[in-house]
C-alpha cells in the first residue's frame, strides 16, 4: 500500500505538498562592516595604568626638560610627562590618584548648549510665564524702567554719598532673552563637564562641617558685618537668580586658562558678581585635597575650626573665576574683582565683587589670596 500523502486544502482545491526548491543562486552575502579606525576606538576606550621599570628618560612634552623630576606629571593614558608648571591650565597641586593631560582629559571640547527646557530644570528656576502661542514656559521677565530707576536714585541719595559709603549695587541682568539662555548655557556646560551640581547656597554634609560650625563669632578677630542695604542688594540679587536673571557673565574655555568667565554686558563699579558656593568643609581635612578652587570661609581662633568651601561637587559660576598672578604689575593690573568675606545673620558667607567698571568681553579676575598671601600664585598666567 502506498504511503499516504498530506493534503491541504486551497480554494476548493487538493494540491499535494512538496519540500522547497532549493535556490539555483546562492543568497547574496551581506555587506562588509566597516572597522572604525583604530585612532576613534583608542579616544573612546578606558585606559590602564601601566608601571614602567624605568621614568629617567621622561621628559616635558611643552619645554622639553626633564628636570625638576618632582614636578614631572605623567599621563595615565598616553604616558606622556608634562610639568605642573608647563601644562595649561596649570596643576597648582600633586594630583591625588590618576591624571590625564589636557588632551587625553577631553576637557579641550567645546562648550555645548542646552535647551531652555534643560536649563529651567538645571538652575530650578522658579518663576516663569506662560507663552501662549509656543505654550513653554519663558524666563521673559519685566526689566526696570527708567522711571523706577530714577526714584531708587532720588532714595538713596547723591552719587557722592553713595560713593562715600561704598554700597554694593545690584547686577543688570540681559535684555536679551536668547542672550541670557546662552549664558546660562555656557554655565551649564562647564558644571556639567566637570561632574558638578549647580548650587546658589552652601551645602553641608553630613561627613563633612556641619552648618552649627559656620559662626562668624569665630573668627579670629572678627569678621565684618553685611549692612541693612547691602542685604537688601543681596536677597534682591538672589531673587532675580530663581527667576533666571542671572548676571551678564558667559563662561568661555581657553587652551591656556582653561574655564575662565568673561562680562558678556557692561559692569559697574562695587557691583555684586557671585557668592562663592559648595560644599563647606574642616580646613584639616583638606589639607592634602588637590582642588584648586578651595576658598577660605572661616579662620577660627582654634586651627581645627576653620572652614573652606570646597566646589568640587557643588558650585556656580564663581567656580570658574580666574585668580591673578598677585607677584607681577601685569598680574594686578587684571584683577577688576574682589573676594570679600561677610557676617551674614551671624554666619560666615563669601562675595565676589567687582572693583572697577568692567567692558563687555572682559575676562574676570581676582586675587585668590585676599589678605592672607597663603596660595601659591607665582606661576599664574
Not at 522547497?20 to 562588509?32: F, I, K, N, Q, V
Not at 569665630?218 to 533666571?244: I, P, W
Request: charge should be positive; glycine fraction near 6%.
Amino acid at each position: 500500500m502506498a504511503p499516504a500523502q498530506r493534503l491541504i486544502r486551497f480554494s476548493g482545491t487538493l494540491r499535494r505538498t512538496e519540500a522547497p526548491r532549493r535556490p539555483s543562486t546562492p543568497p547574496p552575502s551581506p555587506p562588509p562592516k566597516k572597522l572604525k579606525p583604530l585612532s576613534e576606538v583608542m579616544a573612546k576606550a578606558g585606559f590602564a595604568v601601566v608601571e614602567k621599570n624605568d621614568y629617567s628618560n621622561v621628559s616635558c612634552e611643552q619645554c622639553g626638560s626633564g628636570e625638576r623630576g618632582d614636578e614631572l606629571l605623567l599621563c595615565d593614558k598616553c604616558d606622556r610627562g608634562f610639568h605642573m608648571k608647563c601644562v595649561r591650565p596649570i596643576v597648582v597641586r600633586v594630583p591625588i590618584g590618576s591624571w590625564l593631560c589636557p588632551n587625553c582629559s577631553g576637557h579641550h571640547r567645546r562648550l555645548r548648549s542646552f535647551s531652555q527646557k534643560k536649563i529651567i530644570d538645571f538652575f530650578r528656576i522658579q518663576k516663569c510665564s506662560r507663552d501662549k502661542k509656543k505654550d513653554k514656559c519663558s524666563m521673559i521677565s519685566p526689566m526696570p524702567s527708567p522711571q523706577d530707576a530714577r526714584k531708587r536714585r532720588r532714595r538713596s541719595g547723591s552719587l557722592v554719598l553713595q560713593k562715600k559709603r561704598r554700597r554694593l549695587l545690584p547686577f543688570v541682568p540681559t535684555e536679551d532673552t536668547s542672550q541670557r539662555l546662552k549664558q546660562m548655557s555656557s554655565l551649564a556646560s562647564a558644571l556639567t563637564a566637570l561632574h558638578m551640581e549647580f548650587s546658589d547656597d552652601l551645602t553641608y554634609m553630613h561627613d563633612m562641617a556641619p552648618r552649627s560650625a559656620n559662626k562668624a563669632k569665630f573668627e579670629n578677630g572678627g569678621m565684618q558685618v553685611l549692612s541693612k542695604e547691602d542685604s537688601e542688594t543681596l536677597e534682591q540679587c538672589r531673587a532675580m537668580c530663581k527667576r533666571g536673571e542671572c548676571p551678564p557673565l558667559i563662561v568661555v574655555f581657553d587652551s591656556c586658562e582653561g574655564y575662565t568667565v568673561e562680562a558678556d554686558g557692561q559692569i559697574k563699579d562695587m557691583t555684586f558678581i557671585a557668592e562663592y558656593t559648595g560644599n563647606v568643609d574642616y580646613l584639616k581635612n583638606r589639607e592634602h585635597d588637590d582642588c584648586d578652587s578651595m576658598m577660605t570661609l572661616l579662620l577660627a581662633t582654634n586651627p581645627s575650626k576653620s572652614l573652606v568651601i570646597c566646589p568640587d561637587k557643588r558650585g556656580n559660576i564663581a567656580r570658574f573665576i580666574n585668580g591673578i598672578n598677585n607677584h607681577t604689575p601685569e598680574g594686578r593690573k587684571k584683577q577688576n574683582c574682589k573676594c570679600v568675606r561677610y557676617s551674614v545673620n551671624g554666619e560666615c558667607r563669601v562675595f565676589l565683587v567687582a572693583t572697577r567698571d568692567i567692558a563687555k568681553g572682559e575676562r574676570l579676575y581676582y586675587d585668590y589670596n585676599g589678605y592672607e598671601h597663603e596660595y601659591p600664585t607665582h606661576h599664574f598666567v
